[in-house]
């Protein structure tokens, strides 16, 4: 059985920039200062007219294979972890696939939210532990989330924001990168938070558009300590499957959606806040790709480094929850 590692990262930002000072012009109120001292937001990227998800997909994608050192047509899938996909239909995978020319490469799109990233990467692992035929299986996650709020909404159209980041999984003989990894879902929170409108059930109408629905919505609130809470015990049962200590852990790789979550997950597992990097900052709240963006900056910045064991964790609407344990 083949073992798997990470041979390859890259990800992808919009040039544009919009500053807290941008929404508070446009929302008529200070909502700069909150988002800075709770969320530690002071810009996010957005995606300009013309630029689209797949062209985030693309470029992270070319950046992971440079790192990996192999050609496009060396893949032999790409998943797409994304809920902002390019169409309903045909998958975004499908138009990357041709724009990479990866002319052997199957590919397919995956929905769990912001879940996605972790949920591909788990399900690449196990293709290629599973099966010879696959030795390198490029996983996107992306997030093009810009086009779906409702720029009225303060809490909302502040805090989402766009990006893409990539890994090449690859197929090894000699070196085991991944550990163990787990999947789960809470559905009954399906309808608290989501883009009700523009699929089957609801198709979009006038009546739609006047509505919102079609937008990004935070329907109800999600109790403070259900992501803390539930990170810990995903992280607990990764050390344990995975035989290992979590002080061991060098890096915890998070869903990025509010810095009190992480460090409250911490707390829990008593291990050090600087155990988490941090991106949003400057990037926001970036979904499916917080997760590989991260990834990808630590390992360029020489954080992670061969050999470091990390965890990543995410959660997504729905509520999906997966976690994944790797050894770089």
């Known amino acids: 059985m083949n073992e798997v590692i990470i041979s390859g990262t890259g990800s992808a930002l919009p040039s544009r920039k919009l500053s807290n000072a941008y929404f508070n012009e446009k929302l008529g109120e200070d909502v ?88 591909a990467a788990d399900t690449a692992a196990k293709y290629i532990k599973a099966d ?16 779906h709020l409702n720029p009225r909404d303060k809490k909302t159209v502040t805090l989402f924001a766009d990006g893409a980041g990539a890994a090449i999984f690859s197929a090894s003989k000699d070196r085991k990168g991944y550990l163990t990894a787990h999947q789960f879902t809470q559905g009954q929170y399906n309808e608290w938070m989501g883009i009700y409108a523009g699929g089957v059930k609801e198709p979009v109408t006038q009546e739609v558009l006047q509505s919102g629905r ?14 803390p809470s539930t990170w810990a015990a995903m992280a607990k049962r990764l050390a344990k499957d995975a035989n290992i ?32 990097p941090y991106i949003m900052s400057h990037y926001g709240y970036t979904g499916s790709s917080a997760i590989p963006i991260a ?16 965890f990543m964790i995410g959660s997504g609407g729905g509520l999906s929850f997966a976690g994944a344990a790797f050894k770089l």
């Open 132 to 147: 010879d035929q696959y030795e390198h299986i490029l996983v996107i996650g992306a997030y093009g989330m810009s086009r």
């Open 245 to 276: 200590e979590l002080s061991d852990v060098k890096s915890f790789l998070m869903t990025q959606i509010n810095i009190n979550a992480i460090k409250g997950m911490l707390d829990i597992l008593q291990l050090p806040h600087d155990r988490a």
């Open 32 to 119: 700069g200062t909150w988002l800075e001292e709770n969320l530690t937001i002071v810009e996010r990227r957005w995606l300009s007219e013309g630029e689209s998800v797949a062209d985030l997909c693309e470029t992270a994608a070319k950046k992971a294979l440079e790192a990996a050192n192999i050609q496009a047509d060396k893949l032999d899938l790409i998943i797409v972890a994304t809920d902002t996909p390019e169409y309903l239909s045909p998958s975004t995978s499908s138009i990357l696939q041709h724009r990479l020319r990866a002319s052997k490469a199957g590919s397919f799109d995956l929905n769990s939210a912001c879940a996605g990233f972790v949920s």
């Open 295 to 310: 990834l990808d900056e630590a390992i360029r910045s020489g954080e992670l480094q061969k050999g470091d064991t990390f």
């Open 214 to 227: 079609h937008q990004l919505q935070f329907v109800k609130r999600f109790p403070s300590e259900l992501n």
